[in-house]
Protein backbone atom coordinates (compact mmCIF):
# COMPACT_ATOMS: atom_id res chain seq x y z
CA UNK A 1 0.00 0.00 0.00
CA UNK A 2 1.78 3.01 -1.13
CA UNK A 3 1.31 6.18 2.13
CA UNK A 4 1.24 9.35 0.92
CA UNK A 5 3.07 11.97 3.00
CA UNK A 6 2.09 15.27 1.07
CA UNK A 7 -0.33 15.93 -1.31
CA UNK A 8 -1.01 19.06 -3.59
CA UNK A 9 -4.45 20.75 -4.20
CA UNK A 10 -5.33 22.86 -7.26
CA UNK A 11 -8.31 25.60 -6.85
CA UNK A 12 -9.57 28.09 -9.09
CA UNK A 13 -9.98 31.84 -7.74
CA UNK A 14 -12.36 33.46 -10.24
CA UNK A 15 -15.53 36.31 -9.91
CA UNK A 16 -16.54 39.84 -11.23
CA UNK A 17 -14.51 41.47 -8.89
CA UNK A 18 -11.51 40.24 -6.24
CA UNK A 19 -9.15 42.43 -4.03
CA UNK A 20 -6.10 41.43 -2.25
CA UNK A 21 -4.77 44.23 -0.53
CA UNK A 22 -1.13 44.41 0.70
CA UNK A 23 -1.16 47.15 3.08
CA UNK A 24 -3.29 48.19 5.78
CA UNK A 25 -6.99 49.76 4.96
CA UNK A 26 -6.81 53.70 4.39
CA UNK A 27 -9.20 55.75 2.26
CA UNK A 28 -7.82 54.73 -0.26
CA UNK A 29 -7.30 51.08 -0.25
CA UNK A 30 -4.67 49.31 -3.09
CA UNK A 31 -5.11 45.80 -4.32
CA UNK A 32 -2.19 43.79 -5.84
CA UNK A 33 -2.06 42.22 -9.21
CA UNK A 34 -2.54 38.70 -7.79
CA UNK A 35 -4.05 36.47 -5.01
CA UNK A 36 -1.49 37.46 -2.01
CA UNK A 37 -0.39 34.11 0.52
CA UNK A 38 -2.20 35.74 3.46
CA UNK A 39 -5.29 36.13 1.25
CA UNK A 40 -4.60 32.57 0.10
CA UNK A 41 -4.21 31.16 3.57
CA UNK A 42 -7.02 33.41 4.91
CA UNK A 43 -9.58 31.87 1.85
CA UNK A 44 -8.69 28.80 2.61
CA UNK A 45 -9.35 28.57 6.47
CA UNK A 46 -12.86 30.47 6.09
CA UNK A 47 -13.59 27.33 3.43
CA UNK A 48 -12.25 25.21 6.93
CA UNK A 49 -14.54 26.75 8.76
CA UNK A 50 -11.76 28.40 11.26
CA UNK A 51 -12.53 31.28 13.14
CA UNK A 52 -10.02 34.20 14.21
CA UNK A 53 -9.32 32.44 17.12
CA UNK A 54 -8.52 29.24 15.51
CA UNK A 55 -5.30 28.36 14.78
CA UNK A 56 -3.28 28.42 11.17
CA UNK A 57 0.10 27.41 11.57
CA UNK A 58 -0.45 24.19 9.46
CA UNK A 59 -1.53 26.62 6.48
CA UNK A 60 0.74 29.02 7.65
CA UNK A 61 3.76 26.10 7.28
CA UNK A 62 2.24 24.69 3.75
CA UNK A 63 3.48 25.73 0.04
CA UNK A 64 1.70 27.74 -1.90
CA UNK A 65 1.97 29.33 -5.02
CA UNK A 66 -0.48 30.87 -7.76
CA UNK A 67 -1.14 31.89 -11.82
CA UNK A 68 -2.70 34.22 -13.43
CA UNK A 69 -5.03 32.50 -16.17
CA UNK A 70 -6.55 36.25 -16.69
CA UNK A 71 -4.89 39.00 -15.22
CA UNK A 72 -8.21 41.09 -15.23
CA UNK A 73 -8.60 44.85 -15.44
CA UNK A 74 -7.69 47.17 -12.71
CA UNK A 75 -11.16 48.95 -11.47
CA UNK A 76 -11.74 51.67 -8.97
CA UNK A 77 -14.98 51.80 -6.69
CA UNK A 78 -14.95 55.33 -5.21
CA UNK A 79 -17.93 56.57 -2.25
CA UNK A 80 -18.68 57.99 0.63
CA UNK A 81 -19.49 57.19 4.06
CA UNK A 82 -20.82 58.33 6.88
CA UNK A 83 -22.81 61.16 5.71
CA UNK A 84 -26.86 62.00 6.17
CA UNK A 85 -28.75 60.85 9.80
CA UNK A 86 -28.93 57.36 11.11
CA UNK A 87 -30.90 55.66 13.68
CA UNK A 88 -28.98 55.61 17.21
CA UNK A 89 -27.90 51.85 18.19
CA UNK A 90 -28.17 51.10 21.88
CA UNK A 91 -24.60 50.43 21.90
CA UNK A 92 -23.88 54.24 21.02
CA UNK A 93 -25.83 55.73 23.74
CA UNK A 94 -23.95 53.99 26.39
CA UNK A 95 -22.65 56.46 28.73
CA UNK A 96 -19.55 55.88 30.84
CA UNK A 97 -21.02 54.60 34.23
CA UNK A 98 -23.21 52.25 32.09
CA UNK A 99 -20.15 50.66 30.82
CA UNK A 100 -18.44 50.33 33.91
CA UNK A 101 -21.75 48.38 35.33
CA UNK A 102 -21.58 46.34 32.53
CA UNK A 103 -17.36 45.96 33.05
CA UNK A 104 -18.06 44.13 36.98
CA UNK A 105 -21.46 42.36 35.63
CA UNK A 106 -20.19 38.25 35.71
CA UNK A 107 -20.11 36.64 32.45
CA UNK A 108 -22.96 35.77 31.12
CA UNK A 109 -25.78 37.99 32.93
CA UNK A 110 -27.23 40.89 31.69
CA UNK A 111 -27.50 43.58 33.95
CA UNK A 112 -30.44 45.43 34.59
CA UNK A 113 -30.74 48.83 32.94
CA UNK A 114 -32.21 51.86 35.01
CA UNK A 115 -33.11 55.10 34.34
CA UNK A 116 -30.25 57.91 33.56
CA UNK A 117 -27.92 55.17 32.51
CA UNK A 118 -28.59 56.58 28.91
CA UNK A 119 -26.81 58.97 28.08
CA UNK A 120 -26.52 60.22 24.16
CA UNK A 121 -23.16 61.62 22.82
CA UNK A 122 -22.59 65.24 22.05
CA UNK A 123 -22.64 64.78 18.17
CA UNK A 124 -26.40 62.93 19.28
CA UNK A 125 -29.32 65.09 18.58
CA UNK A 126 -33.20 64.24 19.62
CA UNK A 127 -35.06 64.36 15.85
CA UNK A 128 -38.82 65.51 15.47
CA UNK A 129 -40.53 62.66 16.83
CA UNK A 130 -38.05 62.23 19.86
CA UNK A 131 -35.99 59.63 18.07
CA UNK A 132 -32.10 60.13 19.20
CA UNK A 133 -30.23 60.19 15.38
CA UNK A 134 -26.76 60.86 14.51
CA UNK A 135 -26.00 64.60 13.41
CA UNK A 136 -25.37 65.42 9.95
CA UNK A 137 -21.34 65.10 9.23
CA UNK A 138 -18.33 65.52 6.49
CA UNK A 139 -18.90 62.02 5.04
CA UNK A 140 -15.74 60.33 4.16
CA UNK A 141 -14.59 59.54 1.27
CA UNK A 142 -13.03 56.20 -0.06
CA UNK A 143 -11.05 54.72 -3.07
CA UNK A 144 -11.09 50.51 -3.52
CA UNK A 145 -8.89 49.19 -6.34
CA UNK A 146 -9.88 46.00 -7.59
CA UNK A 147 -9.38 43.92 -9.70
CA UNK A 148 -12.21 43.12 -12.73
CA UNK A 149 -13.28 39.61 -14.15
CA UNK A 150 -9.46 37.96 -13.24
CA UNK A 151 -9.04 34.36 -12.90
CA UNK A 152 -6.25 32.76 -10.71
CA UNK A 153 -5.41 29.16 -10.31
CA UNK A 154 -3.17 28.76 -7.39
CA UNK A 155 -2.04 25.34 -5.39
CA UNK A 156 -0.86 24.20 -1.78
CA UNK A 157 0.68 21.39 -0.75
CA UNK A 158 0.77 20.52 2.51
CA UNK A 159 0.29 16.64 4.64
CA UNK A 160 -1.91 15.09 2.48
CA UNK A 161 -4.67 14.52 5.47
CA UNK A 162 -4.81 18.58 5.35
CA UNK A 163 -4.70 18.16 1.64
CA UNK A 164 -7.89 16.21 1.46
CA UNK A 165 -9.50 18.62 4.51
CA UNK A 166 -9.19 21.47 1.97
CA UNK A 167 -10.18 19.72 -1.19
CA UNK A 168 -13.65 18.47 1.10
CA UNK A 169 -13.81 22.76 2.15
CA UNK A 170 -13.32 23.62 -1.68
CA UNK A 171 -16.03 21.25 -2.49
CA UNK A 172 -18.49 22.31 0.07
CA UNK A 173 -17.08 25.27 2.06
CA UNK A 174 -18.16 25.61 5.61
CA UNK A 175 -18.95 29.38 4.51
CA UNK A 176 -19.74 31.56 2.08
CA UNK A 177 -16.50 32.70 0.23
CA UNK A 178 -14.94 36.13 -0.58
CA UNK A 179 -12.40 37.03 -2.81
CA UNK A 180 -10.55 39.24 -0.54
CA UNK A 181 -13.57 41.57 0.51
CA UNK A 182 -16.95 40.67 1.65
CA UNK A 183 -18.70 42.17 -1.17
CA UNK A 184 -16.50 39.90 -3.83
CA UNK A 185 -18.03 36.47 -3.69
CA UNK A 186 -16.86 33.64 -6.27
CA UNK A 187 -17.72 32.51 -8.99
CA UNK A 188 -17.83 28.44 -10.71
CA UNK A 189 -16.42 25.70 -9.35
CA UNK A 190 -13.44 26.10 -6.81
CA UNK A 191 -11.58 22.53 -6.83
CA UNK A 192 -9.30 21.86 -9.83
CA UNK A 193 -7.25 18.98 -8.88
CA UNK A 194 -5.59 17.12 -5.98
CA UNK A 195 -1.92 15.42 -6.72
CA UNK A 196 0.31 13.50 -4.89
CA UNK A 197 4.23 14.54 -4.25
CA UNK A 198 3.82 17.32 -6.53
CA UNK A 199 5.45 21.26 -5.62
CA UNK A 200 2.79 23.59 -6.13
CA UNK A 201 4.81 25.08 -8.98
CA UNK A 202 4.67 22.24 -10.92
CA UNK A 203 1.39 21.56 -10.21
CA UNK A 204 0.55 24.44 -11.98
CA UNK A 205 2.58 23.86 -14.56
CA UNK A 206 0.59 20.69 -15.55
CA UNK A 207 -2.72 22.69 -14.46
CA UNK A 208 -3.97 23.76 -17.70
CA UNK A 209 -5.96 27.26 -18.42
CA UNK A 210 -9.29 27.77 -17.49
CA UNK A 211 -11.22 27.33 -20.79
CA UNK A 212 -12.61 30.51 -20.85
CA UNK A 213 -9.88 32.99 -19.79
CA UNK A 214 -7.16 34.68 -21.82
CA UNK A 215 -4.11 33.22 -20.85
CA UNK A 216 -2.27 35.53 -18.49
CA UNK A 217 1.47 36.31 -17.32
Known amino acids: MCIRDSATVVFRLAGPMQ?????????ITATGDHPTRAGM?????NALGRDYADPIDDLVAASWAV????????????????AGSMPLLPGNALDGRLRKIIARTPEGDIPTLK?????????????PDGTLTGSDGNPALLVDHYLADAVFTAAVTCPTDLADQIAAALTAPARILFLGRRAYPTTGPLLVTTTDHTAPVDALHQTPADPDATPGP
Open 19 to 27: AWPTGPNRA
Open 41 to 45: IGFIA
Open 67 to 82: RADRPGTLATDFHTAG
Open 115 to 127: DGQYAAPRSIKPG
